[in-house]
């Protein structure tokens, strides 16, 4: 058992829920109360994505090393973007998955690393005055801003690169055509078939009226992918059967879907403070979002439906998913 699979039941619980026969126990959601996870599982699992930040942390430490010479600088950046700070969420998304095949744990924290990169050096270029233009970020100042815009420019290139270097170094699986599919399925969520795509799509949102399957086309590829991909790396880590797959593809879908709600409505309610970010910026460039289309009420029962959808997607896997079920519930009830 590794420390994302605490089951906070006794042992005596444990073993009696699994010898009920799978079609006759309670689905999953039914355990929760209406504000999400009962507070136990909830401290279960921010304890888990707590570990596993740790252990993502010292995993990109490692792999970013600081080199002599004047071209230090662009590694301090790259550092700077990437360590301190952040929830980690996909990276635990990677493991929490590899964890239902038991991979072992150095292959998932490296992968789970390789998709940070990617995620930083995303959130490094929308701070960039030519996207987002933003001076706060994870609470610290952006890259650019600590930096200059030339320095954070390479930083996230370096980053995006080096994510395609570490998937492709042994030490992060040994069968090389898994880490071939790795790179192929990472570069493709990554790219302009995906979250690239969807910038660009948030791009032309400001000058444009989108409708709602336009704004839910967006932000599946500008933060879906990512999130859903995550997923599908922790499975062909496990080399998990193509049922299995779809079924944690799916789960990965809904599950960006109701982050994407929750990033709406904290952008909405939340203070800069808690976020570490500004707030409020999709409303005063007139972006179409879920929230902005159907008001916040109506946003947080879709949010909610498809967590349970999301939770319902991972059946097959019984109690050894418990933590990508508080993953999913988590998505909607953070707080930044
Ligand atoms: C520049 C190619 C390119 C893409 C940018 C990720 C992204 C696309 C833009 C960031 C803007 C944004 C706020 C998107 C909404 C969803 C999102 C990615 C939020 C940040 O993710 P969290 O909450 O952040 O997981 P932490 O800091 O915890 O890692």
Do not use: W
Request: include cysteine.
């Amino acid at each position: 058992m590794t420390s994302f699979d605490v089951d906070p039941r006794p042992k005596y619980l444990r073993y009696l829920v699994g010898a009920i026969p799978k079609f006759l126990r309670r689905p999953p959601t039914q355990i929760r109360n209406d504000t999400g996870l009962a507070s136990h599982s909830s401290s279960v699992f921010t304890e888990s994505l707590r570990v596993t930040a740790k252990e993502v942390n010292a995993c990109l430490d490692d792999l970013l090393p600081l080199p002599e010479g004047p071209e230090r600088r662009v590694a301090e950046a790259m550092r700077y973007s990437a360590l301190d700070g952040g929830k980690r969420l996909r990276p635990f998304l990677v493991s929490a998955s590899a964890d239902l095949f038991d991979v072992p744990r150095p292959y998932s924290l490296r992968v789970g690393a390789a998709v940070e990169m990617i995620h930083c050096y995303s959130l490094v270029h929308d701070d960039l005055p030519a996207m987002d233009d933003d001076d706060l970020r994870r609470g610290r100042p952006t890259c650019h801003k600590a930096f200059d815009e030339a320095t954070a420019i390479l930083a996230g290139d370096a980053l995006l690169t080096k994510a395609f270097a570490v998937l492709s170094d042994a030490a992060s699986h040994p069968d090389g055509l898994i880490r071939c599919k790795l790179v192929a399925v990472l570069a493709n969520a990554a790219g302009a078939e995906g979250m690239v795509g969807g910038q660009m799509l948030d791009l032309l949102a400001a000058d444009a009226d989108f409708d709602e399957q336009q704004t839910r086309r967006l932000q599946a590829l500008k933060t879906g992918r990512m999130l859903a991909v995550s997923c599908q790396m922790g499975a062909l880590l496990g080399q998990a059967e193509p049922d299995a797959m779809k079924d944690l593809d799916s789960y990965g879908v809904y599950l960006g879907a109701a982050f994407q709600i929750a990033d709406d409505l904290l952008d909405l309610e939340a203070s800069e403070a808690d976020l570490g970010k500004a707030t409020g910026k999709d409303e005063a460039a007139g972006k179409a979002t879920f929230v902005s289309l159907h008001g916040p009420e109506r946003a947080r029962k879709v949010a909610k439906t498809l967590v349970d959808q999301a939770v319902a997607a991972l059946d097959r896997f019984g109690e050894r998913a418990e933590s990508l079920r508080a993953a999913a519930v988590f998505t909607v009830s953070r707080r930044s």
